[in-house]
T-cell receptor, first 116, second 116 residues
Framework: AQSVTQPDIHITVSEGASLELRCNYS??????LFWYVQSPGQGLQLLLK??????LVQGIKGFEAEFKRSQSSFNLRKPSVHWSDAAEYFC??????????????FGTGTLLAVQP | EAQVTQNPRYLITVTGKKLTVTCSQN?????MSWYRQDPGLGLRQIYY???????DKGDVPEGYKVSRKEKRNFPLILESPSPNQTSLYFC???????????????FGPGTRLTVL
C-alpha cells in the first residue's frame, strides 16, 4: 500500500540555521511528490513538487527538495531558516489511480519551531 | 486571484444538528475533494468529485455527504454530526481528471469544526 512517513513529529531549529525535514514514501512506481506548508490558522500552500527530470527541485520561500529513488526519500531543505518558516510541513505523494480518486496521500506532518 | 474558499472557517455545533460546509473554487477546475486533518493522522480524503454530478467516496466517507450540482461548488454535508467528526476540514481542487496529472492541487483555508 502506498504510504508516506515523516519520522520527525517536531523539530526546533535556531534562526539562520539550516533545515532538513525528512520524508520517505512507499510506492511501486515513480511517484509524484509534494511538500506543502501550513502556517498557523492557514490552509495548505504548495512549496514544491517533483514529477520527473532533475531530482533536485526548487520551490518557493527558498526551499528545495531532493528525490532519491534508492532511498525512497524526498527530503526538504533550506540553508537558512527564518522565523516566519515556523509552521507545519506535510509531505505528500500521488495522485493515485485506484478508484480514480486522484487523492494525495499525506504524511502526518512535521511541526517546525524556530528559536530566535 | 485563483483560490478555493470555504465557509465557515470555524464552527461549533452540537451532536445531531445538520450542518453544511461550503467550498467554492474560481479556477474552473473539474476535480474537487474534501479532506479531514487530525493530529497524528495527516490528511485523509473524505469524498471527491470528478465533475458535475460525479462524486465518489474517499478513505473516510462515513457520516458525510457531498453534492456537485455546479462545477465551482462542492459542499460537505454532515447530516447528524458526532463528536468524532471534530476535525479540521480542507477542500481542494485540481484541473486534471483521471490518470496521473501534473496539475497542482489547490487547498482552501480550512474549516475547524467542533462537535459537542
Amino acid at each position: 500500500a502506498q504510504s508516506v512517513t515523516q519520522p520527525d513529529i517536531h523539530i526546533t531549529v535556531s534562526e539562520g540555521a539550516s533545515l532538513e525535514l525528512r520524508c520517505n514514501y512507499s510506492y511501486g512506481a515513480t511517484p509524484y511528490l509534494f511538500w506543502y506548508v501550513q502556517s498557523p490558522g492557514q490552509g495548505l500552500q504548495l512549496l514544491l513538487k517533483y514529477f520527473s527530470g532533475d531530482t533536485l527541485v526548487q520551490g518557493i520561500k527558498g526551499f528545495e527538495a531532493e528525490f532519491k529513488r534508492s532511498q525512497s526519500s524526498f527530503n526538504l531543505r533550506k540553508p537558512s531558516v527564518h522565523w516566519s518558516d515556523a509552521a507545519e510541513y506535510f509531505c505528500a505523494v500521488g495522485p493515485f489511480l485506484s478508484g480514480a480518486t486522484n487523492k494525495l496521500i499525506f504524511g502526518t506532518g512535521t511541526l517546525l519551531a524556530v528559536q530566535p | 486571484e485563483a483560490q478555493v474558499t470555504q465557509n465557515p472557517r470555524y464552527l461549533i455545533t452540537v451532536t445531531g444538528k445538520k450542518l453544511t460546509v461550503t467550498c467554492s473554487q474560481n479556477m474552473n477546475h473539474e476535480y474537487m475533494s474534501w479532506y479531514r486533518q487530525d493530529p497524528g493522522l495527516g490528511l485523509r480524503q473524505i469524498y471527491y468529485s470528478m465533475n458535475v454530478e460525479v462524486t465518489d467516496k474517499g478513505d473516510v466517507p462515513e457520516g458525510y455527504k457531498v453534492s456537485r450540482k455546479e462545477k465551482r461548488n462542492f459542499p460537505l454535508i454532515l447530516e447528524s454530526p458526532s463528536p468524532n467528526q471534530t476535525s479540521l476540514y480542507f477542500c481542494a481542487s485540481r484541473a486534471g481528471l483521471a490518470g496521473l496529472s501534473t496539475d497542482t492541487q489547490y487547498f482552501g483555508p480550512g474549516t475547524r469544526l467542533t462537535v459537542l
